[in-house]
């Protein structure tokens, strides 16, 4: 989020930040799941603005950065300047507007990464004869990631007077989480109907493990012909390449096959298909898997 004087300019264009609500109305929720609201105090309208107003700052900086630059030189290519403007403006309202987005995809990932641990880990307290509020003090007290703090929002907010089964169903509500959600919502109408929690969270947990396998094979099928091209880009078409570059080097007139300089680009194109491939096996990598 900008800073508070970026806020204070930004009021300026409030009323168009209703316009963009209506244009970007999921805005409202990501902002709700991923906290921003209350870390910042700060309505969806407010974040448009200060990205409105953040984004014209940015694109008329850049635009007459661009414009004296060109000005100076070859007069033609003057009127880049602003098209260039526009250009980084926009880039940078898509971006702003994409970070709540952004922090939800990462608090899910942490979220449903621990989820059947701390599930687990109340299942076996409430079989132990040990209350359900004291396994939750157990689950936030312990080193489960974003469930813990979301567990020690409810035993704060419990501790404070609040009952118990409505500060779970804010958590369920606000929660990008659908497995976590499912599981807070089984154990709220279980508290709320009389009926053995264990039981309906040991189904939740089951149902889990059952989806957890789903997503390995899945994730085992996308995994085969990622291995195979990584074979072929990255090992194979490299060794052949060299190959063949050293063969036409020692031809008349292709000797710059055989220079130093292109086998470094050659290592740095093989360097850089490493990070990629490794980026899109990370990317791929389900969230119920540890």
Not at 92 to 104: F, G, M, R, T
Not at 110 to 129: A, M, P, W, Y
Not at 151 to 180: C, H, Q, T, W
């Amino acid at each position: 989020m900008r800073s508070q004087r970026m806020r204070s300019i930004s009021r300026i264009f409030i009323y168009l930040g209703d316009l963009l609500t209506r244009i970007t109305p999921f805005m409202s929720l990501n902002l709700k799941q991923s906290g921003i609201d209350k870390d910042y105090s700060v309505t969806a309208r407010e974040y448009l603005a200060v990205a409105f107003t953040s984004s014209l700052i940015m694109g008329s900086l850049a635009g007459i950065a661009v414009t004296l630059a060109l000005s100076t030189g070859t007069k033609q290519f003057a009127s880049l300047g602003p098209i260039l403007g526009v250009t980084v403006g926009f880039l940078n309202y898509l971006q702003l507007i994409s970070y709540p987005k952004a922090i939800v995809n990462k608090r899910v990932k942490d979220l449903e990464k621990n989820l059947l641990f701390g599930l687990r880990t109340i299942l076996v307290q409430i079989r132990s004869g040990v209350p359900i509020f004291d396994a939750f003090v157990s689950v936030a007290s312990g080193n489960y990631g974003q469930i813990s703090e979301e567990f020690k929002l409810v035993i704060d907010k419990a501790r404070s007077g609040k009952p118990v089964l409505e500060s779970l169903e804010e958590l369920a509500v606000r929660n990008p989480s659908m497995y976590f959600r499912r599981a807070i919502w089984q154990m709220v109408n279980a508290m709320r109907s009389g009926s053995d929690i264990g039981e309906n969270l040991e189904c939740v947990i089951n149902a889990l493990s059952k989806e957890q396998m789903v997503q390995i094979q899945e994730y085992k099928s996308i995994l085969n012909p990622l291995s195979m091209m990584y074979m072929m880009i990255a090992v194979i078409l490299p060794s052949l390449g060299i190959t063949v570059m050293i063969i036409l080097s020692t031809f008349p007139g292709m000797g710059k096959f055989g220079e130093k300089n292109t086998f470094w680009l050659l290592l740095a194109g093989v360097v850089m298909m490493q990070f990629i491939f490794m980026g899109m096996i990370k990317s791929k990598r389900p969230n119920l898997i540890d």
